[in-house]
């Protein structure tokens, strides 16, 4: 069965803290993804990998950076974590080809 | 500018109707789309996809509907059961995308037992 694992299911971080999140897939996916969800705003892709050590800016990316060093793990980074980076974060992972995406459970982040 | 629009935040249904939620896009590109369900505090789980060539594909009590001409998709639940409550998501993708889902804001269901 496909899974995306992501390291914390709720985190607490102070304004100026440096934030990893974790996301792990067993998929042997090449595309990975870290998207955040909002009330009222949706799912928004904030970077993407789509092979090792590649990455590309999604719609928001400022404030994030990533890290693909292997296929199966992708991190997000807040460098200075803020409040307005609160908010729910979700890893997924997909194939090349026709498919779906699979996501993680998601890390609630809450910043004070 | 948003590519992918819900415009109907919620929708309530009575259990046993049908449910169908509605998703507009304004990219021509796209030619892949799909539909995923949230419940809160859970990452999101692939429903049902339909690729453009296509106007219908149905897998069980769900079918998804694309109108190309219209630029416009649903999706039907029936009959829709008090666990389909849920934030649906429509997504969309054009080939040339990198894998890249675009996402709506979401339309929340809720089945009335």
């Known amino acids: 069965d496909v899974k995306v694992t992501q390291s914390s299911r709720y985190l607490v971080k102070r304004t100026g803290e440096k934030v990893f999140l974790e996301c792990v897939q067993d998929?042997?996916?090449?595309?990975m993804f870290w998207y955040r969800q909002d009330p009222g705003l949706g799912l928004r892709l904030i970077y993407f990998s789509y092979d090792v050590k590649m990455k590309e800016k999604g719609d928001i990316p400022e404030g994030y950076s990533v890290s693909r060093e292997k296929k199966e793990r992708f991190s997000l980074i807040l460098e200075s974590a803020s409040t307005n980076q609160t908010s729910m974060y979700l890893c997924?992972?997909?194939?090349?080809?026709?498919?779906?995406?699979?996501f993680g459970n998601g890390t609630r982040l809450t910043v004070t | 500018d948003q590519q992918v629009k819900q415009n109907s935040p919620s929708l309530s249904v009575q259990e046993g109707r049908i449910s169908i939620l509605n998703c507009d896009y304004t990219n021509s590109m796209f030619d892949y789309f799909l539909w995923y369900k949230k419940y809160p505090a859970e990452g999101p789980t692939f429903l049902i996809s339909i690729s453009s060539i296509k106007d219908k594909n149905e897998d069980g009590r769900f079918t998804v509907f694309l109108n190309k001409s219209a630029k416009h998709l649903s999706l039907h639940i029936v009959p829709s059961q008090p666990g389909d409550s849920a934030v649906y998501f429509c997504a969309a993708e054009s080939g040339g995308s990198n894998y890249k889902l675009t996402f709506g804001k979401g339309t929340l269901l809720t089945v009335n037992p």
């Open positions: 997924a992972s997909r194939s090349d080809g026709v498919s779906a995406l699979h």
């Open positions: 998929m042997d996916h090449e595309n």
